[in-house]
């Protein structure tokens, strides 16, 4: 078997504060292979984005990466000199950040902005990386973009900073591509773009992509793989067809039918019970387990691991295999 | 240009309310009249001396002959002086500007790169050092500092003169005297505003392209971290260029300070109403300048108006 491209193993992100500590991220595991799109779900405050921004080494201060690995092609990114993970960033890995609107310099001009990334990792002159830059507006789809290179960010709409964004990400060919919500600030139309040039990237230059995401009719769509996050964990991880078509763990089924289906019906809109607990609130057993249908007193109390249960299909439950129990539950309770 | 146009235009109105509080504020005082004169003047004497002076005129009459003066740049006579009041007021400029702009670079030198380091270096012992150091520097009174600095430098080791004004020499005490403690405040705001921007969302993408930190705090944070701290500098060079009156004092600098407490206390009516014209215009000039490093420095300022 040939070598992940990105392989994190049990990777734990803690803050450390007066008020004590929190671990948002405790115990992610997953793998990205060359050319492979893994989409990351969950609900909002899972620890999706710190565990992207862990892969650059960019967790904010106070947090810190204090247990796991993240190994770029075999390479363990938290054991590198801070100049050599500099090397790769913006270079081999690069990412789109879900703040479109704040995550521009407000003083610098756009061209300014993307020639600063090509220049320090291509040896382009300046003349060459501004037609560069000019050449990847292009590709995302950015109208005249001899003249966006001397704008400033406050000039350009939402959807056309995220567009830059992900134009910058893009420049340098990276291996691997983090894309935090890249097309939440965008419209339908536009979303199709990009999603294709992501794809189109994919396929050319064999990029791996981390895709995280809310919108599952995206994860449908280019997803080959898909990573269910919960509260720092994940829950259940399989080939995107199996997460639709057979999803085993309650959370992901209750993901999937809180989303609106083309032909389904009004009814099936019903979203999971309760709310996301903080990362300092967390419950004993499974994590999930105040919020799930089909908890019994194990689940109050133990905490199941992450298995495979069926062929490259994991899940951390300890129930259903398969989902009859689930199915068999809801029958008895509706009735 | 049409900007600056248009500031000049709302400058005007500013200046206007400014003669007019001068003016009536002056006059509101006291008599005049009693300063000028003896105590065994006559009341005759004093009588003459108000027609003279358009003291008996309704006070609107006497506002706009005072202004038709004032365009043309007349403030009246110093009684004290027996010149011009505006002639004694623009001598001492000079001497108030090259002791404000010396403060200034003064702190700026050790502000900017005291600020950013104690940003970068948060809750580390140089930090604390550095912010101690300027808790230290604020808290330091003006005079205290000046005597300390001429009984060190001047007098122990006769390395500056004690006091007066003429060469570059004579620059150096008082400059570090009102330096220190505008180096201090411009140091905790740097570190603030730099701390500000540096937990931002572009400086994580900075950083996520790759940047050395270096650029990353000198380029993408420097230039953002300034723009708050600019007008508050421009305002305190402005207060500087008014009058420093202790330390002028301490060092004997003959500067706008030492001028208009003089002029204040003698009821030197003509030349308090100077010096505050000038004070007013300089004030306001700095403000411009702020602005336009303002717009300088932050491109989204020009599209918003
Ligand atoms: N500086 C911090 N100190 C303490 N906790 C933090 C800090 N930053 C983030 N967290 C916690 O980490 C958790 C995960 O945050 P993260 O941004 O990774 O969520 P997310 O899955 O990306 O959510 P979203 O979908 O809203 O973007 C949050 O619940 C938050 O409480
Ligand atoms: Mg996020």
């Known amino acids: 078997m040939t070598e ?73 990114l938290t054991k590198l000199k801070k100049n050599q993970m500099r090397k ?40 060459e990386s501004i037609n560069k830059v000019v050449e990847m507006l292009d590709l995302v789809g950015i109208p005249e973009p001899e003249r966006v290179v001397r704008q400033f960010p406050h000039q350009l709409s939402g959807g056309m900073r995220q567009r830059v964004m992900i134009a910058m990400a893009l420049s340098c ?57 919960y509260g720092g964990e994940v ?6 067809n199996e997460i639709f078509d057979n999803p085993v763990h309650p959370y992901t089924r209750g993901l999937l039918s809180s989303v609106p289906k083309m032909t389904g019906s009004v009814e099936e809109l019903g979203a999971i019970q309760g709310s996301v607990p903080t990362p300092s609130q967390m419950p004993k057993g499974c994590k999930f387990h105040p919020r799930c249908p089909i908890a019994t007193d194990l689940c109050k109390d133990e905490h199941p691991n992450l298995e495979e249960t069926l062929p490259n299909h994991f899940k951390r439950c300890f129930h259903m295999e398969g989902g009859s129990i689930y199915e068999q539950h809801k029958r008895e309770t509706t009735t | 240009m049409r900007y600056f146009l248009s500031s000049i235009l709302k400058v005007i109105p500013v200046l206007l309310m400014i003669s007019f509080i001068v003016f009536f504020l002056v006059r509101l005082t006291g008599d005049p009249v009693s300063l000028m004169l003896p105590e065994t003047a006559t009341d005759q004497q004093r009588e003459d001396l108000r027609q003279s002076l358009g003291l008996n005129d309704p006070i609107y009459i006497q506002y706009f002959t005072y202004m ?11 009684f004290r002086y027996n010149q011009p009041a505006i002639d004694i007021v623009l001598e001492r400029l000079p001497a108030s500007f090259t002791l404000a702009i010396s403060s200034m670079i003064i702190a700026t030198i050790i502000a900017v790169p ?62 570090i005297t009102l330096g220190t403690a505008i180096a201090a405040e411009m140091t905790r705001l740097i570190r603030s505003s730099m701390l500000e921007v540096l ?63 003089q002029a204040v206390n003698a009821r030197d009516m003509a030349v308090v109403q100077a010096a505050t014209f000038i004070i007013a215009i300089l004030v306001i000039l700095s403000n411009l300048t702020a602005d336009l490093t303002y717009r300088f ?6 599209y918003e108006d």
């Open chain 2, 68 to 78: 038709a003066d004032v365009i043309q740049g007349d403030f009246g006579e110093s």
């Open chain 2, 297 to 302: 420095l932050d491109p989204r300022i020009k």
């Open chain 1, 88 to 127: 790769l960033r913006g270079n081999e890995i690069s990412m789109i950040f879900q703040e479109p609107m704040t995550s521009l310099n407000p003083v610098f001009t756009i061209g300014n902005q993307m020639t600063e990334v090509i220049k320090l990792h291509q040896q382009l002159d300046k003349k």
């Open chain 2, 114 to 175: 005291a600020g950013i380091y104690s940003a970068i270096k948060r809750n580390t012992f140089a930090d604390l050092i550095i912010t101690g150091s300027s808790v230290l520097g604020k808290a330091m009174p003006n005079f205290w500092l000046g005597i300390m600095l001429i009984l060190i430098l001047a007098v122990q080791f006769s390395i500056f003169p004690v006091s007066g004004s003429g060469t570059i020499a004579h620059l150096v005490l008082p400059s």
């Open chain 2, 199 to 261: 937990g931002s969302e572009y400086i994580r993408t900075a950083r996520s392209k790759g940047l050395r930190e270096t650029i990353v705090v000198n380029k993408h944070a420097l230039r953002n971290a300034l723009i708050p701290v600019v007008t508050i500098m421009a305002l305190q060079t402005a207060t500087l260029i008014g009058g420093t009156l202790i330390t002028e004092t301490v060092f004997s600098w003959p500067g706008m300070g030492q001028l208009l407490v």
């Open chain 1, 4 to 76: 992940p491209l990105l392989d994190i193993k049990n990777l734990r992100i803690r803050f450390r504060s007066d008020e004590g500590t929190v671990k948002p991220v405790n115990g992610v595991s997953f793998q990205v292979n060359e050319g492979e799109t893994v989409a990351v779900v969950g609900e909002s405050g899972c620890g999706k984005s710190l565990t992207s921004l862990s892969i650059l080494g960019l967790v904010p201060s106070p947090g810190e990466v204090f247990e796991g690995e993240i190994r770029l092609q075999g390479k363990d």
């Open chain 1, 173 to 229: 060919n990276p291996k691997l591509l983090i894309a935090d919500e890249p097309t939440t600030a965008l419209d339908v139309t536009i979303q199709a773009q990009i999603l294709n040039l992501m794809k189109k990237l994919k396929d050319e230059l064999n990029t791996g992509v981390i895709l995280i995401t809310h919108d599952l009719g995206v994860v449908a769509e280019v997803a080959d793989r898909v990573v269910v996050m």
């Open chain 1, 235 to 240: 829950v259940e991880e399989a080939h995107v």
